[in-house]
């Protein structure tokens, strides 16, 4: 099961652990599929989604795909959901 959490758009997805990140880039939302392990292993970007739930669907499959537990979503709080803005977690 993948966990989805939250954070402001000043803040950042821990550096020692894998996750996909998901942002607000001006009107739509882009899967940023950058990973941690030990090293930074980039890929291109995924999207762009006009829809928050389109680009966590993607996010969640794509780590799925590649056994990573965690994805962020980092926006505006006005673009997160109110409950979970603080970082609390939502499962999928």
């Known amino acids: 099961m993948t966990t ?3 954070l402001r758009e000043d803040e950042s997805p821990p550096t020692q652990s ?3 990140l998901i942002e607000l880039t ?3 939302w882009v899967v940023n599929s950058a990973t941690y392990t030990d090293d930074v292993v980039p890929s291109d970007p995924i999207g762009p989604f006009h829809t928050r739930g389109d ?3 993607a996010a969640t499959d794509l780590a799925q ?3 990573i537990d965690v994805v ?3 926006g505006p709080l006005s673009e997160l959901p109110s409950m979970n803005a603080t970082g609390k977690k ?3």
């Open 4 to 6: 989805v959490r939250f």
């Open 18 to 20: 894998n996750w996909v």
């Open 26 to 28: 001006g009107p739509v």
């Open 55 to 57: 680009a966590v669907k």
């Open 65 to 67: 795909e590649v056994g």
């Open 72 to 74: 962020y979503v980092r």
């Open 90 to 92: 939502e499962q999928l």
